[in-house]
């Protein structure tokens, strides 16, 4: 069975909506998910994820397209170096942008030799009832992986 962490930082839930879904997809297609809201930079680290098969790493555009400063992006920092060869998916809601935030990051976890899936999944603001299936379908997939 396959062992994924789902990580994710959500300031007013559209990105939590997200990691809900996916670990439902997830769950559903025999994975074994577990999900880890990122308040504080220790929450999850380099070791533990050593233990999962899949990490999915959602974080909503903040800053001037940036992960979220104060707990996500010196969470990701830290365990960045540990990504070469690990199979990562990213996803997150935006808002007014275009999406530079997940290009970069994106970019990031190529430079750090991550097995990526896909570009990341993208929402605009609140995942609608169509954003919701896309990402059960993304947890289906990543449990398939
Ligand atoms: C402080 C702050 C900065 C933001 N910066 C951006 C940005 O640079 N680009 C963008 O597209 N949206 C930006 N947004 C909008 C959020 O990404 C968007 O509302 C998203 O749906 C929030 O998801 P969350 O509830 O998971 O945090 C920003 C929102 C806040 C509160």
Do not use: H
């Not at 939590?16 to 559903?28: F, P, R, S, T, V």
């Not at 992006?73 to 060869?85: C, I, K, R």
């Not at 970069?104 to 995942?127: H, I, M, Q, S, Y």
């Amino acid at each position: 069975m396959s062992k994924i962490a789902v990580v994710y930082w959500s300031g007013t839930g559209n990105t939590e909506q997200m990691a809900n879904c996916i670990a439902e997809g997830a769950k559903g297609a025999g994975a074994d998910v577990d999900i880890f809201n990122v308040t504080d930079a220790g929450d999850f680290t380099a070791d533990q994820m050593g233990g999962y098969d899949v990490v999915a790493f959602g974080c909503s555009s903040q800053g001037s397209e940036q992960l979220e400063e104060a707990a996500f992006e010196p969470m990701f920092a830290a365990l960045e170096d540990a990504l070469s060869g690990k199979k990562v998916a990213l996803f997150g809601s935006y808002g007014w942008g275009d999406g530079q935030w997940m290009r970069d990051w994106n970019d990031r976890c190529k430079a750090a030799k991550a097995v990526l899936f896909d570009d990341g999944l993208t929402v605009n603001e609140a995942p609608n009832d169509e954003a919701q299936e896309n990402c059960r379908d993304m947890g289906k997939e990543l449990a398939k992986w």
